[in-house]
């Protein structure tokens, strides 16, 4: 019988031991140094506890023995009284064995049942009547069911007597029926009647009683004579199983993090808490949970084990068995009992050790200072391949973190690895790529060539494959799957960033294609011979023409290293390894260190039994112990540089935030990203980071250091990053950026695109009844419109900031009737009447005058003037689209032709106002918190033929609020601010305007 659905438990990982000694340089020439080269880093194996040892089933306790194990791995029966165990064979199709609480096992098999004495051997079969199904079994009893459509007609118990079998048919007639809890000598069942729910006792002989426990899932346990409930509230009740009219006990222990009720042994109840804090789903049969023991009579907790699984049994003298760890860091794992002890305590003691196994490994990879291995994991039913991974320090003396149990992998699978993540190979020819976070991203079939050929080369962004059909290289982008290129003619390939080298026409000579582009880089001669490989890593690049040699050319210097014969290699930063008769070596092709021995891989194939780091960094090989050595290299590496860049030309952070991409060649220790604005050259943001190995990447959300959105437009973008190792100059990148979705620029409403551009436009009412965006352009003038038609006679509009959070300018409009309307039409899109709108507020209809002028409030929202009579009034905007009651700033404002709001002229966060008399005197007005500051003129003799002028925001993007008038022959006319609170001289950026009802 089962109690709760079982997953397979993860492997616990052993400490990684670090043994590290300081680098020692090495002379010109040295060749096969030392057995163990300075500085080298030895993780050894993994010894793993047989995970199976403590997967306890939960009815499977018996009188001589324990049944453990999954189904994926095998069972195993083991012997109290030495600790052995044997496998439980399981006839074809059975695939687990069912514990019944005592030495009988069963193994249902179709439509018979097959009973096992696990002690004996004895066995006996019961075959099932047609009208039944096998359901569960405790002691020497087989329980079937008896349906009737979607009813429960009957349970029968089978037993056996004198070689026949005996049915005790018991009659149920229910819409439900389900075993809560069993042991060797019946079943709790909860069954469902309708809507009424019981808990009966089903018993031989007996058959059913009726009990007072209640339907308590995952959270009622049985076993020494004893059934314990424990409630959602903490309640905890304690029955005698002979009388469970009425509990013994009544306790309460608090839930908390998915505890699991394991029992009661004696006068304890043994509770398991998570050890973990993370919401996680948490094995049972995990090494995580905390053993607590609370006495029956109420009182504190105990803690009994530091480290336990939450699969307990219990042996029908009241013993409960459960796996255990010795120590709280999951080390000594094994089976342990527990007993009631003298003065109400309890006895623990060890029935069965979880021997410890050694993990091989069969598959390396080395990028950026991450050492990944593929590693064979025994397990009782055959073994289990899983994908780990450490940490190496990028600076300094090598030093490993903590080892990582990633995923499951295919068996003998091929590792490669980049800062996507992943990239694995199996027999097949399936190459999957795997994300940092053990997602699967994409499969792609490939060709699976030669074990001893790097048939699969990572750089990057990008992976290079044999194709599956054609035998020709192509080129795949990691993130997306997405297939960039492909080779014409089948030919060794090397992939270093977004560079594919291929071989090209001509002894020796090799062309490169960049391969997101297609763009060809030309062709160059690297060697006299015929090339079976090539590998390529910044302006080196290896070839091997098999018995006529190998070597390393450089692009720059246009010279060449012969290396010496060799079996297999991989070209590292600075050197290559090879290895020849099994020994590893390495020698540096740059002339400064020579040749030197490595050690002794326990497989010669690279890929399987060592590797390289590309990144800067050493070599790896797993010698015959499975021990990993790191070696250092030994040979300066090169500068830091961006091997490849993902860098978006614009960002709508309304989506997601702008996040660039840099793709290093080595590990940097620390980065620094800088945004200005590419008009005032302010600094609006800068990102840091730390240690950053592969892909640098950054995020901006479009906010500056205040935590406020910036404004939409231009940003120049500057990278600085410091390689870990200290060795070379910094890195360095610009560039510039658009970002959208942020502060709306003023008076931006519109442009070519979908989006709104960053240049304010000019809103005009049409002959026609269409209040429409005029486009602004980087010239400083207008090109092209956004139609909104369909407004009736007579509406005042009035171009406002956002007025309802969603990052898009609003407009006010006064309808004809006086009611004035905050209209949303969103980014980009028209102004027409059936665009969203809120009623922002009426008895606007006595207002010959409205205008924006920006903030005036200091709120930080853009608010309303009005003139009504000759007084002006301020109407501060609500966040709810309205605005508020008008409050009086000035009286005597009738002589003023034009006042018009025109934004912040003097930098101080406020808007401005300027009016212009009738007789062409026109002043500045400079805010103050609800109000304004006394006059400034700024015009003596101005705009007499102007009919309408509006502060245009700034449409010549140089920071500066700007002016347009319309003059009575429909002319638009420019005037720049200049930055001291006027305007510059009219330039004409418009004609045709003067059918214009309105120019707001």
């Not at 009740?237 to 993090?257: A, C, G, R, S």
């Not at 486009?775 to 038609?789: D, L, Y």
């Not at 209809?845 to 002006?872: C, E, H, I, Q, Y």
């Not at 609170?981 to 009219?986: L, M, P």
Request: charged share 20%; aromatic share 8%.
């Amino acid at each position: 019988m089962r109690r709760h659905a079982l997953v397979r438990s993860a492997v616990a990982a052993a400490t990684v031991v670090g043994i590290t000694a300081g680098l020692a340089p090495l002379t010109s020439g040295q060749a096969f140094a030392a057995e163990v080269p300075p500085g080298t880093l030895t993780i050894p194996s993994e010894q793993t506890p047989d995970p199976n040892t403590t997967v306890l089933q939960s009815s499977g306790a018996g009188e001589s023995g324990f049944l453990a194990g999954w189904a994926d791995s095998g069972f195993r029966w083991t012997s109290y009284a030495d600790g052995t165990s044997r496998p439980v064979v399981l006839p074809e199709g059975v695939k687990a064995p069912w514990g019944t609480y005592t030495d009988w096992i069963v193994l249902p098999e179709g439509r018979k049942v097959v009973q096992r004495h696990m002690k004996t051997g004895e066995e006996r079969t019961f075959a099932l009547p047609v009208e039944q199904d096998f359901y569960t079994a405790f002691g020497d009893v087989v329980v079937t069911e008896e349906r009737s459509g979607a009813e429960v007609a009957a349970i029968h118990l089978l037993t056996w007597k004198d070689g026949q079998v005996q049915d005790q048919r018991i009659r149920m007639e229910a819409d439900f029926v389900s075993v809560l809890a069993g042991d060797k000598d019946g079943l709790l069942l909860t069954v469902r009647y309708g809507d009424l729910t019981l808990v009966e006792h089903l018993t031989p002989g007996n058959a059913r009683r009726g009990t007072q426990l209640d339907d308590v899932a995952y959270r009622t346990e049985m076993g020494g004579g004893r059934v314990t409930q424990w409630y959602e509230d903490g309640r905890v009740k304690v029955w005698n199983v002979t009388d469970l009219q009425k509990p013994l006990h009544e306790l309460t222990i608090p839930q908390t993090n998915r505890a699991q009720l394991l029992g009661t042994v004696g006068d304890q109840v043994l509770v398991a808490r998570r050890i973990s804090t993370g919401d996680e789903v948490v094995q049972y049969s995990a090494l995580a949970w905390r053993v607590v023991a609370v006495p029956v009579g109420g009182g504190a907790e105990k803690v009994l084990f530091e480290r336990a699984t939450a699969m307990p049994t219990f042996k029908a003298d009241g013993t409960l068995l459960i796996g255990r760890a010795d120590t709280g860091e999951g080390t000594g794992q094994g089976v342990y009992a527990v007993r009631p002890g003298t003065g109400g305590g309890l006895d623990v003691t060890k029935v069965a050790d979880a021997p410890l196994i050694r993990t091989a490994v069969t598959g390396l990879a080395l990028d950026h200072g991450r050492l990944s291995t593929v590693e064979r994991v025994p397990t009782d039913g055959g073994t289990a391949n899983r994908l780990r991974s450490v940490d190496l320090t990028a600076a300094g003396p090598l030093k490993a973190g903590k080892r990582t149990d990633r995923f499951a992998v295919a068996p003998d699978a091929e590792v490669r690895s980049s800062s996507e993540g992943w990239f694995l190979r199996d027999k097949q020819g399936q190459l999957t790529h795997f994300a940092n976070d053990g997602t699967s991203r994409w499969t792609k079939p490939v060709y699976f060539r030669d074990a001893a050929k790097d048939d699969v080369r990572v750089s990057g962004r990008h992976v290079a494959a044999w194709h599956r059909y054609d035998l020709t290289p192509e080129v795949f982008d990691a993130p997306t799957g997405e297939e960039l290129f492909s080779q014409g003619t089948e030919t060794p390939f090397a992939l270093d960033g977004s560079t594919l080298w291929t071989k090209a026409d001509g002894l020796g000579s090799v062309s490169s294609r960049d391969v997101r582009t297609g763009k060809s880089g030309g062709t160059v001669k690297i060697a006299d011979c015929g090339l079976n490989d090539i590998q390529a890593l910044g302006t080196a690049l290896y070839w091997d023409c098999g018995a006529e040699g190998s070597g390393v050319y450089d692009t720059v210097t246009k010279k060449s290293v012969t290396l010496p014969k060799h079996e297999g290699a991989l070209l590292g930063d600075g050197y290559v390894a090879w290895q020849k008769d099994g020994v590893l070596s390495t020698t540096d092709v740059r002339g400064t260190t020579g040749t030197r021995k490595i050690g002794t891989p326990r497989v010669a194939a690279k890929g399987q039994g060592w590797t390289v780091d590309r990144s800067g960094g050493a070599v790896a090989y797993a010698d015959a112990e499975d021990a990993v050595h790191v070696v250092p290299s030994g040979v300066p590496a090169s500068p830091l540089t961006s091997a490849d860049a993902e860098v978006p030309a614009t960002a709508n952070v309304k989506t997601g935030a702008w996040a660039p991409r840099w793709w290093l060649s080595k590990p940097a220790a620390s980065w620094q990203l800088t945004l200005k604005h590419a008009v005032t050259g302010k600094t609006v943001r800068t990102l840091t980071g730390g240690e950053t190995r592969g892909a640098l990447g950054a995020s901006w959300d479009g906010k500056d250091a205040a935590g406020r959105f910036a404004a939409d437009g231009a940003y120049t973008w500057a990278l600085t990053a410091r390689p870990a190792d200290g060795q070379g100059a910094e890195l360095t990148a610009s560039g510039r950026m658009q970002l959208h979705g942020a502060a709306p620029v003023a008076r931006d409403y519109a442009g070519t695109g979908s989006l709104p551009d960053a240049v304010p436009d000019l809103l005009a009412l049409s002959g026609t009844g269409s209040l429409d965006f005029w486009h602004g352009t980087a010239a400083g003038g207008v090109s092209g419109k956004t139609v909104g038609a369909g407004w009736p006679a007579g509406v005042t509009a009035v171009p406002v900031g956002d007025m309802n959070g969603d990052r898009c300018n609003d407009v006010l409009v006064r309808m004809p009737g006086g009611e004035l309307r905050t209209y949303k039409p969103g980014c980009g899109k028209a102004l027409t009447p059936t665009a969203p709108y809120t009623k922002a507020g009426t008895g606007f209809a006595g207002f010959d005058v409205l205008t924006a002028p920006g903030d005036l409030s200091g709120d930080g929202m853009a608010d309303l003037v009005g003139r009504k009579n000759g007084d002006l009034y301020l109407f501060t905007a609500r966040t709810n689209g309205t605005v508020a009651s008008g409050v009086e700033i000035g009286t005597g404002w009738g002589g003023f032709s034009h006042i018009v709001g025109v934004g912040d002229l003097n930098g101080d966060g406020l808007g401005d106002l300027i009016g212009r008399k009738t007789t062409g005197v026109t002043y500045r007005y400079d805010g103050r918190k609800n109000g304004v500051k006394t006059a400034v003129k700024i015009f003596s003799r101005w705009g007499g033929s102007y009919n309408a002028i509006v502060g245009a925001g700034d449409l010549t993007a140089d920071g500066k609020p700007d002016l347009v008038a319309r003059d009575t022959s429909g002319r638009l006319h420019r005037m720049s601010g200049d930055g001291k609170g006027s305007f510059g001289a009219a330039v004409q950026i418009g004609s045709g305007f003067g059918s214009m009802k309105g120019v707001f």
